[in-house]
């Protein structure tokens, strides 16, 4: 994630907090827990102000979650059960320690050209048969929005060539809308992969 975007999010750290600390933010975790057995650790990447993360400690997992706002881990570690920390995305490497990898609307961050890169530290990351779930905004190109975060937009088939590439294989998608706390309305998905 590039210092603008950051930046933003140091800003709009309680901003955030408040607007998606509703359930509906969460649309998606209830499935991604479904398909993983009880207990494990679970990688909040990209954790934000940690609404999903208190959600997967709270249900009986082990939650480790990082992001690259300060200001969002600040609020992130304030939950029981979850250690935080600041880290970019390239900075993250783990071997075979996770069932499940919650990217929530996190990686449109990312620039393209590290986008493979990252999925196959994802895909390092998980243990065999583990879940991915990533929350992506659809679309072509990239662009900063008002706030001054940079996204990256991909279509379905990108996003399921990249999966596939980096060794995940696709197991479903959701499709919606939605404004984000930039208030603009915006066509997402939703995937469930496996390692």
Known sequence: MDAETIKAYDANAEAYKTTFAHAGSLFGAEHFLAGLPQGGVILDYGCGPGHAAAYFAENGYQVEAFDASAEMVALA?????????????????????????????????????????????????????????????????SERDHLGRFYTYYTEDELRHALTQAGLQWVDAHHGSGKGLAGTESPWILIHAHA
Do not use: C
Request: neutral net charge; hydrophobic residues 45%.
């Open 77 to 141: 570690a304030q939950t029981a059960g979850v250690t935080a920390w600041q880290a970019n995305f390239s900075d993250f490497h783990a071997t075979e320690r996770y069932r499940g990898i919650w990217a929530s609307f996190s990686l449109l961050h990312a620039p393209r050209d590290e986008f493979p890169n990252l999925l196959t530290a994802i895909k390092t990351a998980l243990v065999a048969g583990g879940h991915l779930f990533l929350g992506m905004k659809l679309g072509e190109g």
